[in-house]
């Protein structure tokens, strides 16, 4: 299994994935597509024997600190089809993202998920460090943010998210 960077070669095989991986909450392939069209955005696969079988994307968001809006990257969605599950995949897509978003002097990464998942990855509830959630639809300890290493101590405040999720409708439990 490698992981590399998306191209637009793989924007049908993501959808298809995405789609199966959240089969139960439907339109998330299409929130891909709203946010592959957006700035700042990193997106990754993982592939295995030519084939995609994992994504997930980092969109641009910001914190709203006091002196200023901060960039920081939003993680989201972590996709892996249904029959590569539990082989370590998600896991290799994460540590990677949390490396590329890093890399280009992101100060976090902040996702909404599960609690018993993420924090293996460095991420921690989002409030422990002086972060709001976006939407009150986010439930507190599943609100989390990893800090990287151009995080400064006045950096917090409350997450943005982009725009899309919120056209969407993708902020929070639905």
Do not use: C
Request: proline letters at 9%; aromatic letters at 8%.
């Amino acid at each position: 299994m490698i992981v590399r960077a998306e191209t637009p070669a793989d924007h049908a095989a993501v959808r298809e994935v995405t789609a199966r991986a959240f089969a139960h909450h439907p339109g998330v392939d299409d929130l891909v597509n709203a946010l592959r069209n957006g700035p700042g955005r990193i997106s990754l696969v993982a592939e295995e024997d030519g084939a995609v079988v994992g994504h997930t994307m980092l969109s641009r968001g910001w914190v709203d600190a006091a002196p200023r809006l901060v960039d920081v990257l939003v993680l989201s969605p972590l996709s892996v089809d249904p029959p590569a599950q539990r082989r370590g995949i998600g896991g290799a897509l994460v540590r990677a993202a949390i490396d590329t978003a890093d890399a280009a002097g992101t100060p976090a990464v902040f996702l909404e998920g599960s609690p018993r998942y993420y924090p293996r990855f460095g991420f921690v509830p989002g409030g422990r460090h002086g972060f709001t959630r976006p939407s009150v639809r986010i439930p507190e300890p599943a609100f989390q943010v990893v800090l990287l290493s151009k995080h400064e101590p006045w950096m917090t405040g409350a997450l943005v998210y982009p725009d899309v999720f919120w056209a969407l409708d993708f902020a929070g439990l639905r």
